[in-house]
């Protein structure tokens, strides 16, 4: 019994951390058709900015999370924003992206030692169940998941914000004629989800150590996630994430742990062979214009 308990906190805590990263990707998928590899470097920047800071709390994940936001919009100015205007498809938007990441690790790498980063718990205290610790950082960190599932279905789908990103998403030109300035909506979405991916890797840095290494995985734990539950789908990012990390976990628990991370890949080509659309299909296919 306290096995299972053992993996079911573990899962949790990483199905929340996918969870947020998922959500990430579809907020820029669906403001503008772009798959984003590069959202595991600006989580993990973020999370070490975060655990190098010799100080924690609340406040300095507010920064964090804030460089999180700027790191997107720097993302979106220098590798999409450039190359769209030069007639760049998707397929070259999203290894702009990746190349971006690179450059963040790069940097990265230069300013801070290539080794893994922890830091001390935002909820300090933990508790009891069967005999297994859980702690309330881990509590945090899925209740955070949930708090941002739950505020980014109201702005999708019930404020003006969310339906001017969605008429971006469907015709730049044709929400241009509706007053909609389509550069200051794609901004704010990729600040946005610069910002919650940003989230993802400072909620992380309490219990599992972050390095530059962990970068791209992540990316294609959070990719992973979106692709299983439906990508463009909230809820099936959410799914997708409890799905991924609950198979890894059990994965991991009863196969091998030496093939963990590869685990996120097989599950993805599996997913993408038998059902492309998700466990939640997308009611709305999002092109680029």
Known sequence: MSDWIQLLVGAGTNASVYALVAFSLVLVYRGSGVINFGVGYVAVVSAIFFANTGVSGWSVLMLAVLLGGVIGIVMYLLAIRTAERAGATHAALAISTLGFGLVLEYVGGELWEKQGFSSDPLWQGSYEIAGVTITN???LTVIVAVVVFVLLRLLLERTMIG??????????????????????????????????????GVLRTPTSAVSLAIA????????????VGGLGSLSGAALGAVVVAFAEAVFVRYVSSDYAGMFAFLLLF??????????IGSKREVVRT
């Open 216 to 227: 791209l995985p992540l990316a294609i734990q959070g990719f992973a996630a979106a692709v």
């Open 137 to 139: 950082q881990r509590v």
């Open 270 to 279: 599996v997913m993408i062979a038998v059902r492309p659309q998700g466990l």
């Open 163 to 200: 339906r001017a990103m969605e008429a971006v998403a469907f015709g730049r030109s044709t929400a241009g004629l509706y007053g909609i300035n389509p550069t200051v909506i794609l901004i704010a979405v990729w600040g946005l989800a610069g910002m919650i991916a940003a989230l993802a």
